[in-house]
């Protein structure tokens, strides 16, 4: 049996059960640099078990609808952010966790300017830029030991776009 999900715009609200949408809204907290620089601060909590932040570049192959996803996966010793680097929209699918298996899925896109973070353990399938090939920041955990735990689907859910 198949699952069907259509998308939604992705808002701080409706994405607040997963963690942050990153982006820029309203004046700048602080000025800085002379006057040059608008700084918009601490626009996401990250949140590591043990280890340090690591930086890293992800160039990902692009996606398109209908799309398939058959596993989901979550990191249950850190944060995880994604900043597209090429301003690529980004599929977001990302599920409620109900005694270690995900459930209710939704999918969101992203629009330009849009980043998000990730809580700590929050059930999301992988990096999907859409339409188009993606270079992103991803910050996370780097340390010893796993931190990453997969879910396969016996039946796929089909991602459709609205």
Same mark, same amino acid.
């Given at each position: ?6 998308? &939604? ?8 059960? /997963?963690?942050? %949408?990153?982006? %820029? ?22 949140? /590591? ?8 570049? /992800? ?12 596993? =989901? ?6 944060? *995880?952010? /994604? ?10 699918? =990302?599920? $409620?966790?109900?005694?270690? %298996? !995900? ?10 300017? *849009? ?13 999907? !830029?859409? $339409?188009?090939?993606? &270079? ?27």
């Amino acid at each position: 049996m198949t699952h069907t999900l259509s998308t &939604q715009p992705l808002t701080a609200a409706a994405f607040a059960p /997963f963690g942050e %949408v990153i982006e %820029v809204s309203g004046t700048p907290d602080k000025i800085i640099n002379q006057g040059m620089c608008g700084r918009h601060h601490d626009l996401a909590t990250l949140d /590591f078990a043990d280890g340090r932040v690591g930086i890293s570049l /992800f160039d990902a192959k692009a996606r398109t609808f209908p799309y398939s996803v058959d596993m =989901v996966e979550r990191h249950p010793d850190g944060s *995880q952010a /994604f900043i597209p680097v090429s301003g690529t929209p980004m599929l977001v699918v =990302v599920a $409620e966790d109900r005694d270690g %298996v !995900p459930v209710n899925l939704r999918a969101f896109v992203s629009q330009p300017g *849009q980043s998000i973070n990730l809580h700590r353990g929050v059930w999301h399938g992988v990096l999907a !830029p859409i $339409e188009k090939p993606g &270079q992103f920041i991803v910050i996370d955990r780097i340390g010893d030991g796993p931190n990453l735990q997969e879910h396969w689907f016996d039946d796929p859910y089909i991602v459709q776009s609205v």
